[in-house]
T-cell receptor
């Protein structure tokens, strides 16, 4: 089955700096890679996603890159703000099948004001 | 449009008991997936239902089961509870199981 590894497990950055979270996956059939943000005590919410036919996708201060050859993808947050503090999960899915998403272990991001 | 709802939000049980959790998907969504979230293991996939049929299953013992009703609402049952079953149980819905999932607030289960 699919295995998703996520690094780092914790990340502290100064407000205004950039944060990068990296994930690798094992199943070459995976073709959909969503990222979720989970604030303390709240539900995971999708913040950005990328499909395997795209190498990079941006949404304001958030971007995701995908390297299918190396089987890794990354989340980049620029100009971090205190409200970016949360746990971020990457995930991999083979959308050719039905919903069976494999999540990374999560990265706890702390943005220090 | 109302979001995904889960009941109850909190539950305390003792070892050996059983528990049933409920999930109501977003109106029009027919796929419901269940996840177990623990600090050590992260988010782990339990199973996915679509049109009252289980289509996918994760690596959990048979004590974990579920079902889906004709209105797409889903229930998850855990029998013979163990201490290690203490977790946040999240459900997520999507239109047909190949699109963006929307999570519910979760049910926090504590097994004593």
């Amino acid at each position: 089955g699919e295995n998703v590894e996520q690094h780092p497990s914790t990340l502290s950055v100064q407000e205004g700096d950039s944060a990068v979270i990296k994930c690798t996956y094992s199943d070459s059939a995976s073709n959909y890679f969503p990222w979720y943000k989970q604030e303390l005590g709240k539900r995971p919410q999708l913040i950005i996603d990328i499909r395997s036919n795209v190498g990079e996708k941006k949404d304001q201060r958030i971007a995701v890159t995908l390297n299918k050859t190396a089987k890794h993808f990354s989340l980049h947050i620029t100009e971090t703000q205190p409200e970016d503090s949360a746990v971020y999960f990457c995930a991999a899915e083979n959308s050719g099948g039905y919903q069976k998403v494999t999540f990374g272990i999560g990265t706890k991001l702390q943005v220090i004001p | 449009k109302a979001g995904v709802t889960q009941t109850p939000r909190y539950l305390i049980k003792t070892r050996g008991q059983q528990v049933t959790l409920s999930c109501s998907p977003i109106s029009g969504h027919r796929s419901v997936s269940w996840y177990q979230q623990t600090p050590g293991q992260g988010l782990q996939f339990l199973f996915e239902y679509f049109s009252e049929t289980q289509r996918n299953k994760g690596n959990f013992p048979g004590r974990f089961s579920g079902r889906q009703f004709s209105n797409s609402r889903s229930e998850m049952n855990v029998s013979t509870l163990e201490l290690g079953d203490s977790a946040l149980y999240l459900c997520a819905s999507s239109l047909a199981g190949k699109e963006t999932q929307y999570f519910g607030p979760g049910t926090r289960l504590l097994v004593l």
